[in-house]
């Protein structure tokens, strides 16, 4: 029985069933009196011996789990896991420790009603596979796939075109994870009904009460995510690859941060922004399948790292808490108003570098480098930046200043094989830094890719900043404004590492899965 034979065939109380305290009394089974798991399970953070298990319930609940290196679930373990109540919005989500390094796992959840413990859940069934331990000989290929933007610009759940196929496309090439590259809703985006095509034709969205206007309360930044696991292609992914979420902007509100002025906006009555933000967080950090961080850290910390192997380190960054107003963006020295990561979060990145091991390091990004992101206009008339760029094509200025420390640093440290990936720009492009075409040049070249969007409004191409000496060696956008997804222009890279050779392959591909682009990568040696 392979993981898919094993995800169509979960029985629907084997779980629970021989636990003796339970089993005792007869099980109550019908339907409509059992606990519901509607949005799914998923899976997340993986690492060699853990991972994180997520589901959501319809009402209390307890979350029980069996897990199994065998899809038969032969000598499987199971693990009692947390209550879900109100106050997650009945989410639950069990950290799997001591698992066996770089094995399959194969799991089922049940959820145990709290109001009769008799009374169980069907069993879902769900599958990952982990990554290699560190300091341990490269046996196994890796692959792993990356992409952003969910269901932005009113492209919602078009049922009759098949949902979110994307997601579809992702699980077919049996990824080892997916990086969601930030904005994995659009909080700020209202879903209507019908939106009108071009051809004269209608694109017709499955709408809920809390997509129909931007989120403010709790309750409509949870129903944001709670929409987009109503589709079927994204919980069938879910339930199949392990998820490595950061964020960006739209999980609270477009070009975010602590600083925005919401005081024009008449679709906002909360007018708040630190009161939107906090509920944002709640709500991204509930249905995320992220690993909360513990102790002294800080406790909704998104920015991380994650060993993925002997080949592979992953550098999860927070482009979006720490930054400093979106400004004019040319200040000549490091301020508050410049801050884009802010100083621990690069100092947390140089080390983290500095320490790996891997062959390949990977920064997940959720904004481009070098690519102009406008963000309107300020009281003096001046452009202002939403991402690092700052249309001038000199010497660092502004946000540049503080990832022209970092990339001197990196080449300072002789750290090699840094790849970055992102997406937020509504298109797909391979980018290449040459320190020989750059006007800051103290840095060792280095490859960044571009994807992204998975269901929302292709824009781009956006043009380039030349402080860093980007050269774009790929591009693909759509020629419209918001295209829909009907025109085929939503994309997401598939990377490929070769445990034999240790070469890296990116392949940007688009919905239907056809490859666009690729560029292999060979490994330079310390």
């Known amino acids: 029985m392979d993981r898919r034979d094993f995800l169509l065939s979960a029985s ?7 636990t003796t305290a339970l089993a005792a009394t007869p099980l109550i089974t019908s339907d409509a009196m059992r606990p519901q798991m ?88 769900g599958h990952l596979r982990l990554p290699a331990a560190l300091g341990t000989k490269a046996t ?89 696991l109503m589709d079927a292609n994204v919980r069938r992914m879910s339930a199949e690859v392990p998820q490595i979420w950061q964020w960006d902007d739209h999980e609270v509100n477009n070009n975010w941060s602590d600083s925005k002025d919401l005081s024009d906006d008449k679709r ?31 406790s909704q910390r998104v920015y991380r790292y994650l060993p993925q192997g002997p080949l592979l380190d992953l550098f999860v960054l927070d482009m979006r808490s720490y930054r400093g107003p979106n400004s004019h963006n040319l200040q000549t020295t490091e301020t508050e108003e410049s801050a884009f ?16 091991k891997a062959t390949w390091k990977v920064i997940a990004a959720d904004m481009p480098i070098s690519l102009h992101v406008g963000d309107g206009k300020d009281a003096q008339g001046r452009d202002k930046w939403e991402a690092i760029a700052n249309g001038d094509d000199g010497g660092p200025l502004g946000r540049e200043i503080e990832i022209a420390r970092l990339l ?13 990936l992102t997406a937020d720009v509504h298109y797909t492009a391979a980018h290449y830094f040459d320190p020989n075409k750059a006007k800051f040049s103290d840095f060792a070249p280095f490859w960044e890719f571009v994807s992204g969007p998975l269901n929302a409004g292709g824009f781009g191409p956006n043009k380039v900043d030349a402080t860093f000496g980007m050269q774009v060696m790929y591009q693909k956008a759509p020629n419209e404004v918001n295209a829909p997804p009907t025109n085929g222009m939503q994309f997401f890279g598939q990377v490929d590492i070769d445990a034999k050779s240790k070469a890296l392959t990116v392949t940007l591909k688009d919905i239907a899965g056809a490859a666009l682009y690729t560029k292999t990568l060979e490994p330079q040696r310390v």
């Not at 009113?154 to 196929?165: D, Q, R, V």
């Not at 990561?341 to 790996?356: C, I, N, Y």
Request: net charge neutral.
């Open 12 to 18: 629907t109380t084997s779980l629970l069933a021989s």
């Open 408 to 420: 001197q640093g990196i080449k300072k440290a002789n750290i090699h094989n840094v790849v970055w």
């Open 140 to 228: 196994r290929n890796v692959r792993f796939a990356w992409s952003g933007d969910t269901v932005g610009q009113g492209w919602g759940i078009n049922e009759a075109w098949g949902g979110m196929k994307i997601y579809e496309q992702i699980r077919q090439v049996r990824p080892d994870f997916f990086l969601h590259s930030g904005d994995t809703i659009y909080a700020d985006s209202p879903i209507t009904a019908q939106v009108k095509l071009a051809d004269g034709s209608y694109w017709n969205n499955v709408v809920t009460e809390e997509v129909s206007k931007v989120a403010e309360t709790l309750n409509e930044f949870r129903g944001r995510y709670r929409y987009n």
């Open 38 to 125: 509607a949005h799914g399970v998923q899976s997340g953070d993986p690492q060699s011996d853990s991972a994180i298990i997520w589901t959501r319930s319809d009402r209390p609940a307890r979350m029980w789990l069996d897990w199994s290196t065998t899809a038969s679930m032969a000598n499987a373990t199971r693990v009692r896991g947390p209550y879900m109540l109100e106050d997650s919005d009945y989410t639950g989500r069990l950290d799997l420790r001591g698992l066996p390094e770089g094995q399959e796992i194969f799991y089922r959840v049940v959820l145990q009603d709290l109001h009769n413990e008799r009374v169980l859940s069907d069993a879902l069934p």
């Open 341 to 356: 990561m802010g100083r621990p979060q690069v100092a947390w990145l140089l080390e983290s570098l500095k320490r790996s």
């Open 268 to 298: 906002y009555t909360e007018k708040n922004m630190p009161l939107l933000t906090a509920r944002a967080a709640k709500a991204f950090m509930e249905y995320a399948p992220l690993r909360h961080t513990a102790g002294d850290v800080e």
